[in-house]
Every structure is written in structure tokens, then in C-alpha cells.
């Protein structure tokens, strides 16, 4: 069965570069995209207001023929979904008809803080929620074709396991040519146990063969400024956190390390849920 990348459109220039990025994943993939749109979820509406009001059954034609001409374009199959569905119900919907390799979102530009700060997050956390699937956060300005060459993957001083979800991201990221380096970071100048993070990622099967030669520590920054710090460094091309489930409910996703990475990083952010 062909990979299958579902993108979540709010028809922003960041979701126009999500979409294309994957595009190209999809096309390496040999797989296809599904582009969604929900229409009415106040989480996936912009600002600007692109077609006319979001009552009318012209402008859900009007989205739907935008989003039309965008897969046209794509260089891989696509198809359009437009669903006048709350968004936990929308992705909910589309994992059970699809079961994609992952889920994309697009991340406006820090400049446009306002909108990124209430969007953004309330949506990934809504789709790790709701569908335990992997998600993809793509910055708008991030300009590098994939596939991606260097990885870098966080980890912290406990031991974890994926979702059964992840299970198809496995073949698509053995076929890829990666550079994997494990990174941890501590605050204290006692044992790290940075080996427990190396030993979980080693596990998951998904970065290759990993040694104590892949795994870069940092001592003494915070754990986002040390993570992000370590993949400037290494001149990583995409980063990968794993994310516990207390870190994507409600508030405390909005606080944790894997919400402050989604918000800060240059790098297209890769987020692997855990059981």
C-alpha cells in the first residue's frame, strides 16, 4: 500500500510551504497526500480572510477549488478534504480512512507571533491527541528540499516506546539516507543517564545503528536552548522529539520542552507520540 501524507491546510502561505515540503516527501515516498481543510474549526481559520464568509456554501465551494488547483499541481497523487467538522473529529476521521505515515502542519513565522501563539499549538496538540499519530511541524521559512540527511533526535533520562501509530513512519524513514545523532541535554554536573535516552531511541529501530559515538550531550543550558543549540551544531535537517502524553493535554502541553521546541525551531520538528 502506497504511503499516505495528510497535510493540514488553513490556506496560509506557512500551509502552501508544508504542503509543497511534503510533497516532495511523498513523491520520494512514492506515496500520495491528502490535503484537509476544516472549515469551520475557528483553530484552522486565518486571520486573513481569504474567501467570502465562512457560512456560505459558495465560499466552501470557492475553498474547495483553491484547494483543487493546489493538488493539481502537486507532483505526486492528491486528493482534497473539506470538512465542516471540528477539527478533533475531522483528524479522528482521516486516520481511520487513511492511516497515513504522518501528519503535517505548517508553522507561521515568529513575526507573526500573535496568530502562531494561539493556532499552532492548540492544533498540534489537538492532533496528537486525538489520533496518537506522528505530526510534522514544517516552518515557513524553512527553505532545504528533503529528503532529510541529518537527524537529530532528543531524549531525556527516561525510558519510552512508541505507538503502534508509528509503525509506517518506520519504512519511509529506513529508506532515507540518515545521519542520526542522539541529544541530551542536563542541567546538573552529575550522571546524566544519557544512556537510557540513547539505549530508547536505539530501540525504536527508526535512526539506524546508534553507538555511544551518536550521542552528543549538553551540560548546562536549559533543555530547549541545549537541544536547539546541538542541532544548529550538527547542521541538522530535521529535529525529532518524543512526546509522553502529559505533554500534549490541555496547559501542559503549552509548557512543555515539546511545545517551546514547535515554537522556536528553524528545523521542520518531527514529534513521535509514546505509550
Known amino acids: 500500500m502506497e504511503p499516505v501524507f495528510v497535510v493540514f491546510s488553513d490556506l496560509s502561505n506557512a500551509a502552501d510551504a508544508a504542503l509543497a515540503y511534503t510533497a516532495q516527501l511523498a513523491q520520494q515516498a512514492h506515496g500520495r497526500v491528502v490535503l484537509v481543510h476544516v472549515y469551520q474549526d475557528p483553530l484552522l481559520v486565518s486571520e486573513v480572510e481569504i474567501v467570502g464568509a465562512p457560512s456560505s456554501a459558495e465560499n466552501q465551494r470557492q475553498v474547495r477549488a483553491q484547494l483543487q488547483l493546489q493538488m493539481q499541481q502537486l507532483p505526486v497523487p492528491a486528493e482534497v478534504e473539506v470538512s465542516v467538522n471540528t477539527l478533533a473529529e475531522t483528524v479522528s476521521e482521516v486516520t481511520r480512512r487513511y492511516r497515513p505515515v504522518l501528519l503535517v502542519l505548517g508553522r507561521e513565522e515568529p513575526a507573526s507571533a500573535g496568530i502562531f501563539n494561539r493556532l499552532e499549538p492548540n492544533q498540534a496538540a489537538t492532533l496528537l491527541e486525538e489520533s496518537h499519530y506522528p505530526l510534522l511541524l514544517v516552518p515557513q521559512t524553512w527553505q532545504q528540499s528533503p529528503p532529510p540527511q ?77 537541544i536547539l543549540h546541538a542541532a544548529a551544531e550538527l547542521q541538522a535537517e530535521m529535529l525529532v522529539v518524543f512526546a509522553r502524553p502529559h505533554t500534549w493535554l490541555g496547559e501542559v502541553f503549552h509548557r512543555s520542552i515539546t511545545a517551546q521546541l514547535l515554537r522556536r525551531s528553524t528545523l521542520p520538528v518531527l514529534v513521535l507520540p509514546t505509550l
Open 150 to 226: 541529518r537527524v537529530v533526535a532528543a531524549t531525556d533520562e527516561q525510558p519510552f516506546s512508541l505507538r503502534a501509530t508509528t509503525d509506517a513512519l518506520q519504512d519511509w524513514l529506513k529508506s532515507l539516507p540518515l545521519t542520526s545523532t542522539v541529544v541530551h541535554v542536563t542541567g546538573h554536573d552529575g550522571p546524566s543517564h544519557a544512556d537510557v535516552g540513547l539505549q530508547a531511541a536505539q530501540d525504536t529501530g527508526l535512526f539506524g545503528h546508534l553507538t555511544d559515538n551518536s550521542l552528543y550531550e549538553v551540560r548546562g543550558e536549559a533543555p530547549t536552548d541545549g
